[in-house]
């Protein structure tokens, strides 16, 4: 790393319970070779592991790369988003990287490789790789997120529809103007910070994914956000009832002609509320004074999805194809 003091990209790096991930999200971080000043800001949200020790230990060695942000409580649990109230506001790069800590970088030249395409494609908002799914669970690769023959651009409708699981999170390259301009953009309703957050994005400029494999996207890991909301299903109901919510926010602040993906994707989310609160849809539909707004096609695909995803409950089949959705959704 450049011994100079203009720090040009700050990694943000989110931590909780992931004691067992840490050293080697951290270790690659570290072995990053550049030719600019890089810090590091570790946020822990009240880890209940030695995540907090362990952190301390590497802030200990290094001192002037990186810097600990630790709550006295879990901010997550109060409604807070560790990224936006707290990453984001402290980060003084030119650029941001992100890295949760149960994920790790690929080789040593993956922030260079970024910051160079970044700053000669200016028109580029969102720069993100290839990443290797690695099976928590079995230790073994499931397959490659985002992959790619050359540099591939992801239009909004591409984002809207695929949902946050478009791009791995530990390829997250943006400009820090921008991501500071999200702060005040970005729903109060937030279940989930990727998503709208890559939607954002995706109106400042283009939204790019390299085919360099670079990262190491962590999947079947039961402490993750994903694995607990996935293991509770009346947690998942209130988390599809506010991504409802979410996306009605969206839809005011984005223009017209994405209105109508947005509520595609809503209905999705609707129709999934409708089977994790074991509900009929017409019921949900007024009790939640909610109206289906998309085609006769489209609801018809739903309606049996719905129908399938039921019967594959009764059976016990839920958890497998639930797997199979995120890894479908992640390639």
Known sequence: MSQSNDVQVSVLMICYNHERYLSQAIESVLSQQTSFPFEVLIYDDK????????????????????????????????????????????????????LECDDAWIGTDKLQTQFDYMESHAGVALCAHSAELYNDTTGKIDGI????????????????????????????????????NYLQWRPSNCPVGDWPMMLYLSTCGSVVCLPEVLGLYRVAVASSWTGRRSANAVATA??????????DELISKMPSEFHASLRAKQAEYFFDL???????????????????EVSSAQLLNLRIKLFVKRIANVLGLMPLIERKMILRASK
């Open 47 to 98: 880890s209940t592991d030695a995540s907090r020790d362990l952190i301390s230990r590497y802030q200990e060695q290094h001192p002037d790369i990186i810097k600990c942000i630790f709550p006295g409580e879990n901010q997550f649990s109060k409604g807070k988003s560790p990224l936006c109230d707290f990453l984001v506001p402290a980060a003084t790069g030119k650029y941001i990287a992100e």
């Open 274 to 292: 409708a089977f994790r609160a074991d509900v009929n849809v017409k019921k949900l539909e007024e009790e939640l004074d909610y109206r289906l």
């Open 145 to 180: 997120a985002s992959d790619c023959a050359e540099a591939m651009t992801f239009s909004t409708q591409d984002l809207i529809m695929r949902g946050g699981a478009a791009l791995p999170t530990c390829g997250y390259f943006s400009r820090t103007t921008d991501m500071k």
């Open 238 to 247: 209130k988390f599809d009832k506010r991504m409802l919510g979410m996306i």
